[in-house]
Nanobody
Framework: VTLVESGGTLVQPGGSLKLTCKSS???????????MGWYRQAPGKQRELVAT???????NYKDSVKGRFTISRDNAKRAAYLSMDSLQPEDTAVYYC??????????WGQGTQVTVWGQGTRVTVSS
């Protein structure tokens, strides 16, 4: 079983992105029974839970992303998604997809980089 994430890129604050996680090598019934999750790891920080969705589509979110991020899944496509709105610089991280199988097996993807980068502001120093 492998997971491949995609959709990470550079985005300005306030922007939106949708990450996709595609699973291969798993039968439909096993995928449907698994809990899918998105985690992230910022530089110098530990990996943290962002959102999960169970086989019955019960969702759970990190407090700081509630109301901005939405996790979803399409079992027929063996895919999970993370829609992210109102992105902020603190959302910058490598985002990882996780499959937590019914039997407790954990599968991780390789990650996709999300960078929220401001356009900057001009500073002029004059004497």
């Amino acid at each position: 079983v492998t997971l491949v994430e995609s959709g990470g890129t550079l985005v300005q604050p306030g922007g939106s992105l949708k990450l996709t996680c595609k699973s291969s090598g798993t039968i439909l019934s096993a995928y449907s029974a698994a809990t899918m999750g998105w985690y992230r790891q910022a530089p110098g920080k530990q990996r943290e839970l962002v959102a999960t969705i169970t086989s019955t589509r019960i969702t759970n979110y990190k407090d700081s992303v509630k109301g901005r991020f939405t996790i979803s899944r399409d079992n027929a496509k063996r895919a999970a998604y993370l829609s992210m709105d109102s992105l902020q610089p603190e959302d910058t991280a490598v985002y990882y997809c996780n499959l937590d199988s019914y039997g407790g097996r954990q599968i991780w993807g390789q990650g996709t980089q999300v960078t929220v980068w401001g356009q900057g502001t001009r500073v002029t120093v004059s004497s």
